[in-house]
């Protein structure tokens, strides 16, 4: 038994295509990134690729407080869930690109509570107190704007107080593949009802192929330089990991702190989940850290992957196909799909 299985991709012009593609293909979901000085709007990208199916779910994973108002992802979700009712997901989490882009970290909990509070208020018709002024807002459509069919929200949820408030507010949970003492703990942390949604960036290899390959470090290099972009801002992250991984990475931190002093925020994201841009993290691409930090590997050991996920209770794992998206996503749909 194997989790659903989705696609997570970064909103670019291309996007649409490739999310009728993953529907073509027989993908459960396609979620997108929202981070608005690296990508295309995500619900802008959505509405286009709700043109174009009429099956796949349509998720955003994750909106941030801060980079735009409650009201303004209401009114998104309303134009969304009009062209694609019944399919549209959100996730909401405190911040990764979309807060380090702007030279921040991520935002409090007590925000992040407030803004899923916020969201779903108004989307249920209730009112909500606007920070600017205090008045009550409630959100009233005119006749042809509403919205169609719920939209479920889910909390991005790493750290045991992130896992509370998905436990205490959330439709579903979301967290990264690599989580340090197994998914299996997460998931007694959230409870046994909400769905938990596992992203990873992966390729299947062919028989044989080493792990390094050209075509292996195209679709998966970027997100082992986004893992030590992660170690970069949140040393933290490197708790428990493997004594090896951890000198790897307090030597990359130590040298794009040297290289890039005061544009950090801007030169270690640039390209993220993409493409490599730095010198720096085409060093730390090797096979050694693919098999770590990513879900590569055979369609064998991939199913096996999946299968020990489901028992761990993932409920969805979306995968992230880098390089040639197109050539990715029929690898990925021929190794985890019935």
């Known amino acids: ?11 670019v012009r291309d996007t649409p295509d490739h999310i009728a593609l993953a529907e073509e293909l027989g993908f459960a979901s396609a979620w997108v990134y929202d981070s608005p000085l690296l990508y295309h709007d995500p619900f ?9 199916t009429s099956r796949i ?10 980079l735009r108002a409650p009201v303004a992802t209401v009114a998104a979700l309303r134009t969304l869930s009009s062209l694609a009712p019944g399919r549209v997901t959100l996730a909401a989490g405190a911040g990764f690109t979309g807060r380090f882009t702007l030279g921040l970290g991520p935002v409090r909990l007590s925000r992040l509570a407030r803004e899923i509070d916020d969201i779903r208020g108004l989307l249920a018709g209730e009112e909500r107190i606007h920070p600017e002024g205090g008045r009550p807002v409630r959100d009233m459509p005119v006749p ?31 967290t990264g593949i690599l989580y340090p003492g197994g998914l299996a703990s997460l998931r007694a942390a959230i409870g046994p009802d909400i769905p938990l949604v596992v992203h990873a960036v992966g390729s299947v290899a062919d ?78 691409v090797d096979a050694a850290t693919i ?11 991939l199913r096996e992957r999946a299968e020990g996920l489901a028992r761990d209770g993932v409920t969805e794992l979306a995968v992230q196909p880098g390089g040639d998206v197109p050539s990715e996503l029929r690898r990925l749909a021929a190794a985890l799909l019935p």
Do not use: K, N
Request: proline fraction near 8%; include cysteine.
């Open 57 to 66: 779910g349509l998720g955003v994973g994750v909106v941030v407080p801060g």
């Open 144 to 174: 042809g704007a509403e919205g169609s069919g719920a939209v479920p929200l889910y909390v991005s949820c790493r750290g045991p107080r992130a896992q509370a408030l998905a436990r205490e507010l959330g439709d579903g949970a979301m």
């Open 1 to 11: 038994m194997t989790p659903r299985i989705g696609v997570f991709l970064a909103p």
């Open 44 to 52: 802008a990208t959505l509405a286009r690729a709700a043109d174009r």
């Open 207 to 284: 028989e044989g192929e080493p792990l390094d390959s050209p075509r292996l470090r195209a679709a998966v290099g970027p997100v082992v330089a986004v893992a030590f972009h992660a170690f970069a801002e949140q040393p933290w992250r490197l708790q428990g990991l493997d004594p090896a991984l951890q000198e790897r990475a307090a030597a990359y931190i130590a040298a794009v702190t040297a290289a890039y002093p005061d544009r950090r925020h801007q030169v270690l994201h640039r390209g993220h989940l993409v493409e490599l841009t730095l010198p720096e993290d085409e060093a730390v």
């Open 291 to 301: 098999a770590a930090l990513s879900f590569t590997g055979t369609a064998e050991r």
